[in-house]
């Protein structure tokens, strides 16, 4: 049994994550902006210069793991999209549960943001760990280059 290829994980979770940063700027830099922005200023909560460098990296790590665990299902689930967006859901499940869990258990922002991002993430974490999987081979199903 062939070992996971990593360097096709971390291929398609590189554009997995581009995806999602892609996505995730254009939610919470635009769409929910407004209310970040009132509530920071309410609670005297200065921008942090470092606070999109830190997202953007952790988009590339979910990216990463995303395609990573499709890696690691693909065996038992076989190859294909449906396997991504499972485990595209696995990653939404445990990354946006935990988001929505904290902004609903402390609320700093109405319930607007925290069901904005698990709406939003429901959508783009299975599409974008599918364009990511799309990416991955097995090394045995590389086709042998010919002389």
Known sequence: ????????????????????NVGETLLNGYLIMPQYAE????YGVPES???????????????????WLYAAIRPRFGPGPKTAAM????????????????????????????LANLGWGLVELPLMTMLGA???REERDAVPATA
């Open 1 to 20: 049994m062939a070992g996971i290829n990593m360097p096709r994980v971390l291929l398609g979770g590189l554009v997995t994550g581009l995806g999602i």
């Open 39 to 42: 509530r920071m200023m309410a």
């Open 49 to 67: 210069p470092y606070s999109v460098p830190i997202f953007a990296v952790y988009g590339f790590l979910l990216g990463i793991v995303a395609v």
């Open 87 to 114: 485990a595209g859901l696995a990653v939404w499940f445990i990354y946006s549960g935990s988001f929505a869990d904290f902004h609903l258990a402390i609320p700093l922002f109405s319930t607007t943001v925290p």
């Open 134 to 136: 799309s990416l991955y």
